[in-house]
Antibody
Framework: QVRLQESGPGLVKPSETLSLTCTVSGDSISRYFWTWIRQPPGKGLEWIAYVHSSGNTNYNSSLKSRITISVDPAKNQISLRLSSVTAADTATYYC??????????WGQGTLVSVSS | SYVLTQAPSVSVAPGQTARITCGGNNIGTKSVHWYQQKPGQAPGLVVY???DRPSGIPERFSGSNSGNTATLTISRVEAGDEADFYCQVWDSSSDQYVFGPGTKVTVL
């Protein structure tokens, strides 16, 4: 069974870059597409982006200019960078598998707060 | 961009049936996936491709999709079913994944 673990700083200053890592275990990272999804406190889910180890990527059009997503098969990790953050980027960030349009496996999420 | 609509909340007595709807323009032509999120937990997939259940999901959870509405039905509701439920589709015209706003299911 695939297991995912998000990690990264819990606090980021406004205008800086949020960097998160998702470490995958239990299966080959090349087998899946990987996606990031976020959830502001008390609010709903927002799709951020997806990536495959082949280099195939797609981004939420509202965030596209600020996102970088990549896969490192050697480390079994997926990374997310979101630049120029504001308080509106405060959320729990989840990584998940993406197969045929749906996500079977999710990490437990990591809360990132944007504040000075 | 494609928009999904969901009622903010649904209340149901134990043992009864809860129906959670997800509205969207011609959503019947898309594959709809449903996630359950209990407080403090990550979402979990309960129905995919309109009506299929992942391994381990009880048969009490079923899905349908036609016209402009997709529906997640929970039969014989239990207290443990209380959660937020989100529908999700892929919008091919914009190549974007979209989530509905979520429905909070309360078991009375």
């Amino acid at each position: 069974q695939v297991r995912l673990q998000e990690s990264g700083p819990g606090l980021v200053k406004p205008s800086e870059t949020l960097s998160l890592t998702c470490t995958v275990s239990g299966d080959s990272i090349s087998r899946y597409f990987w996606t990031w999804i976020r959830q502001p406190p008390g609010k709903g889910l927002e799709w951020i982006a997806y990536v495959h180890s082949s280099g195939n990527t797609n981004y939420n059009s509202s965030l596209k200019s600020r996102i970088t997503i990549s896969v490192d098969p050697a480390k079994n990790q997926i990374s997310l960078r979101l630049s120029s953050v504001t308080a509106a980027d405060t959320a729990t960030y989840y990584c998940a598998t993406l197969v045929s349009g749906h996500s079977d496996y999710w990490g437990q999420g990591t809360l990132v707060s944007v504040s000075s | 961009s494609y928009v999904l609509t969901q009622a903010p909340s649904v209340s149901v007595a134990p043992g009864q049936t809860a129906r959670i709807t997800c509205g969207g323009n011609n959503i019947g032509t898309k594959s709809v996936h449903w996630y359950q999120q209990k407080p403090g937990q990550a979402p979990g997939l309960v129905v995919y491709d309109d009506r299929d259940r992942p391994s381990g999901i009880p048969e009490r959870f079923s899905g349908s999709n036609s016209g402009n509405t997709a529906t997640l039905t929970i039969s014989r509701v239990e207290a443990g079913d209380e959660a937020d439920f989100y529908c999700q589709v892929w919008d091919s015209s914009s190549d974007q994944y979209v989530f509905g706003p979520g429905t909070k299911v309360t078991v009375l």
